[in-house]
């Protein structure tokens, strides 16, 4: 099958215009067809020796949203005192969550032990499978774009608040708490560039030919 011009095109819009979400969720459901084909999509994602590790926990309850944000809202304290003071005044009054706000939440798992103990690919750099559960939150995250729906990924919370609400045994590790909903835009670029916080680094800085660069 061969892709076309205009296909592939729309692909190259879809990683470009592709941004992650907190700030611009609106109180739209998503229709039960799209949520089942952005995961689709993520099922679909490549993974070492075909494993499959993840599984998608679709949250909806307003309680469990509440528990998941009162978690987000300690881990942020604490990860401000981790900032030197400019930063951490600039770090305070970023947005980096919708997790009230977006009409779903979705975490994303991986199972590490699935398919036993001894997994082609895995037998050597056994975090290929962390990686594998990460390919199938990217491939969600472009299709939701393609959908046009939002997704903020949101890392600044513990585990054990998420195993707690989510009934998420230790067994398995989370990898992901992704915050998905219509949005009322898509930023040009990514916030944290827009509000001073970092700026894309060059291409060419991240290129290079036949061995690491020397300096
Ligand atoms: C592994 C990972 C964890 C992230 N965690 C957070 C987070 O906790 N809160 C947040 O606001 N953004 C989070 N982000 C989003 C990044 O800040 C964002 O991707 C980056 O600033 C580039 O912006 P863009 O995605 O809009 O292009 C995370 C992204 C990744 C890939």
Request: aromatic share 8%; charged share 25%; glycine share 6%.
């Amino acid at each position: 099958m061969t892709i076309t011009e205009s296909e592939r095109d729309a692909l190259y819009k879809t990683i470009f215009s592709r941004r992650d979400v907190r700030g611009e969720f609106l109180n739209k459901p998503v229709p039960e067809d799209i949520l089942k084909r952005i995961l689709k999509a993520a099922h679909h994602a490549p993974s070492v020796g075909f494993m499959q590790p993840w599984d998608f926990i679709v949250v909806q309850c307003p309680s469990t949203k509440q528990a998941i944000k009162e978690g987000f809202q300690k881990a942020h304290a604490e990860s401000a005192e981790m900032f030197d003071s400019e930063r951490k005044q600039q770090y305070s009054a970023l947005k980096l969550e919708g997790i009230l706000e977006a009409p779903l939440g979705i975490c994303v798992t991986c199972d590490r032990s699935r398919n036993g103990p001894v997994v082609l690919g895995r037998t050597i750099k056994p975090e290929m499978d962390l990686y594998s559960s990460v390919c199938a939150i990217q491939n969600l995250w472009l299709a939701a774009r393609a959908e046009n729906l939002g997704v903020g990924w949101v890392s600044i919370i513990h585990d054990h608040v998420l195993r707690t609400a989510l009934n998420i045994p230790d067994s398995i590790d989370i990898i992901a708490y992704l915050c998905v909903g219509y949005v009322s835009q898509f930023h040009e670029k990514p916030e944290l560039e827009k509000r001073g916080w970092l700026s894309r680094r060059s291409l060419e800085a991240a290129i290079h030919y036949e061995s690491w660069p020397e300096d």
